[in-house]
């Protein structure tokens, strides 16, 4: 089967659209671009699909260079026969690769190598061939040689049994059935090393767990409680059914010299050779696939977070909450310019809160501040009452939000936030950080590295290239879906546009300063490193507000502009119309995309697209996903009782539930079980990062911090 069979196969998908992308990915193209701009080509895939192909094609391209290595490998040893060949080149995974390898890999030096460095290997043949007419040491005697090192029969006999045990050790289809076997019967078993310490593990310090049952997140929790070392974890093998299995394959004649010891050669490959190494596998198997799901529910998440909507038109104060070194505040218009930064001290141990509002007064009523954006860190708490004290005070409409606040600390520490604010201390740049991740969450979170924002579960357990590549992808979609403009946009935004390296973004932002601002999309070919390929691959994405061409500020591709303009003139539309926003409608006035598509030149779907978006020119995505909610009032934890219905933000979605803050410090756990009626396997079914959702308190824990609730209202 070729790479693009599978490929369509395992995704659903038509073969001539996995042989579509694969070509179009091969000649450079980048997933958002082929997403938006080449729909024809693939029959519209999006790029959630694409960067599952593009992630399985590497696997599969890798996995064919493994098999022509080992092909070749096993050629020079003169040893690859025709049916050995058809067997690796049928292998669909990197380990079955390895197994079919396993017996002609350069091996270091074993015990079974010194055993036929001895002469042993003609005696391990009589045993495996149970054509033995004696007492076993009878026969070993005649392999005794002072010389060679096999001074008693006891010892020829045991160098005899380290040759077959490796022989049944190498053997592939043992390994995939005992592999396979352990898989379906095998369990998992933790303990704890000290069972009176206190820790996160206690769930795991007697745990006991069918393999092929095992959820993702008990899998990395396992993992770090090993590597912790407060839990030791082991696989349980059906043992038993194992060597039944090997002594069926091996044990062919019925010889009451051979089968003994036979029995117990096999015991030892088994115990020795096979079961530390298939348990090897299965861990980082199990790892491999928990890491994945972990990676899945982590990109969904920072996609939810990153496409939440933007508060436009407003003021924000942004408020960086501490004990000791007092709050930061930052004032930032509505364009995100830091207007003015000073510390207060509402908490203790200072507690000079009557100054503190005084402060907060003259920052309200100087610079029209509408709405407060505090983060959710240690203070904040105490920073929300201070805050909820002062509206009652004044008259002015002023609302608050809390906001997550993962990462800003990175971000202020970071040489980004040092070149944007020379003249800022890490607590000021921090507040303005949360003030503007409130007005453009996508444009403030993409300066932070995507691991460190804090809706994730482990990640610091997973393989980090892996980590770091998912959310690098996921970040480059949400900034493509919804577009940046090229004469505001940050050199950190710039980069996730699709065909943009951080040079060029450097350059481009370079660019503006000397040339001051774009009046076109061709201008682009004039920065440096940006070439034509660069230029199809981003150029859509850039938007130029008040540009010479109209449609420099949409998501049209410069290369579908004659189309765009033909298409306005036959329905009888200047481009002006454009901006004053006189195309809604359109869509009504074509009833034949396919003709209509065919007579311009373009594809049907291409048509669709540019029509879409002459009806609502530069549509930001985000308009459709819940807003967060403003609050003017407090509640503490010891407020609640069970039975509250309250409103509640979804912070973080995790394999077994999601945590939802509800207003008070701590936010709740709503456990999958308690989100629906009806079974569900992943808590994503049906709530995602951002969304507003209705839940009832089941109980408070006060003194553990932990609030369980439900949406089964």
């Known amino acids: 089967m070729e790479i693009t069979e599978i490929l369509a196969e395992e995704l659903g998908i038509k073969k001539h659209q996995a042989e579509a992308a694969v070509k179009l990915i091969d000649e450079g193209n980048t997933i958002p671009f082929i997403a938006r701009y080449r729909k024809e080509a693939t029959g519209a895939l999006n790029d959630e699909v694409l960067r599952s192909l593009y992630d399985r094609l590497n696997y599969l391209r890798n996995l064919e260079e493994k098999k022509q290595q080992v092909l070749a490998s096993i050629e020079e040893q003169g040893k690859l026969t025709e049916e050995l060949k058809s067997q690796i080149l049928a292998a669909e995974t990197m380990v079955v690769v390895d197994d079919l390898y396993r017996p002609y890999r350069p091996k270091r030096r074993t015990r079974a190598t010194i055993a036929k460095e001895k002469g042993l290997e003609p005696f391990a043949n009589m045993i495996s061939l149970q054509m033995v007419e004696h007492e076993i040491l009878e026969e070993a005697e005649k392999f005794v040689d002072g010389e060679k090192g096999v001074n008693t029969p006891q010892e020829a006999l045991e160098g005899a049994g380290d040759i077959i045990a490796e022989f049944i050790s190498d053997e592939a289809d043992y390994r995939i059935h005992i592999r396979e076997l352990t898989m379906k019967k095998g369990r998992i078993v933790s303990a704890a090393k000290d069972k ?232 000021q740049r921090s507040a303005a950080s949360i003030a503007r991740r409130l007005q453009d969450p996508l444009a403030e979170l993409v300066k932070i590295d995507p691991k460190s924002i804090g809706v994730g579960q482990y990640q610091h357990d997973m393989n980090q290239k892996k980590l770091g590549e998912a959310l690098g992808g996921v970040v480059e979609d949400c900034v493509n879906k919804v577009g940046v403009d090229l004469n505001t946009a940050s050199a950190s935004l710039l980069e996730y546009i699709s065909g943009i390296s951080k040079a060029i973004a450097k350059n481009i932002v370079l660019y503006r300063e000397e040339n001051g601002r774009f009046t076109s999309r061709n201008q682009l070919l004039k920065v440096a490193k940006l070439g034509p390929k660069a230029y199809e691959q981003c150029a859509g994405f850039l938007r130029i507000q008040d540009g010479k061409n109209p449609l420099d500020a949409t998501s049209v591709h410069p290369e579908s502009y004659e189309a765009t303009e033909k298409l306005m003139d036959k329905l009888g539309y200047a481009p002006n119309d454009i901006r004053e926003g006189n195309l809604k409608g359109i869509s009504k006035k074509i009833a034949d995309y396919k003709k209509l598509a065919e007579e311009l030149g373009i594809g049907a779907l291409t048509l669709e697209d540019i029509v879409k978006e002459l009806e609502k020119p530069a549509r930001d995505p985000r308009e459709d996903m819940p807003k967060p909610i403003l609050r003017s009032d407090v509640m503490e934890m010891k407020d609640l009782t069970p039975g509250m219905v309250l409103k509640g933000t979804v912070r973080n979605v995790i394999d077994f539930g999601a945590f939802v803050d509800i207003g008070v410090h701590q936010d709740g756990l709503v456990h999958i079980s308690q989100m629906c009626d009806k079974f569900i396997k992943h808590p994503l079914e049906v709530v995602s990062v951002g969304d507003i959702v209705e839940v009832k308190v089941i109980s408070v824990d006060l003194k553990k911090q932990r609030i369980q609730l439900t949406m089964k209202l």
């Open 196 to 427: 009176e310490a206190e820790s996160v593990y206690e769930m795991y310090y007697e745990f006991d767990e069918a393999l092929n049952r095992l959820a993702g997140h008990r899998i990395l929790a396992l993992n770090r409680g090993e590597g912790e070392k407060i839990l030791t974890v082991k696989v349980e093998a059906p043992e038993e059914d194992v060597l039944r299995y090997l002594e069926k394959k091996i044990i062919t004649r019925d010889n009451q010299y051979t089968t003994p010891v036979l029995k117990e050669v096999i015991a030892d490959s088994y115990k020795r050779l096979i079961a530390p190494a298939i348990e090897r596998e299965i861990r980082n198997e199990l790892t491999e696939k928990a890491e994945d799901g972990a990676i899945k529910v982590f990109g969904k998440n920072l996609e939810q977070l990153l496409m939440q909507p933007p508060i436009t038109n407003q003021t924000v104060l942004g408020w960086d909450p501490a004990f000791r070194t007092g709050c930061k505040l930052a004032v930032v218009d509505s364009t995100g310019k830091v207007l003015d930064t000073v510390v207060i001290f509402p908490t203790a141990p200072q507690n000079k809160v009557e100054e503190a509002k005084k402060v907060l007064k003259d920052l309200i009523a100087k610079y029209h501040i509408t709405l407060i954006s505090v983060g959710n860190g240690t203070a904040s708490r105490e920073s929300e009452m201070v805050i909820v004290d002062l509206l009652k005070e004044i008259k002015d409409p002023v609302q608050y939000v809390i906001v997550n606040e993962a990462g800003a600390s990175v971000y202020s520490a970071s040489k980004l936030a040092t070149e944007e604010f020379p003249n800022f201390d890490v607590g």
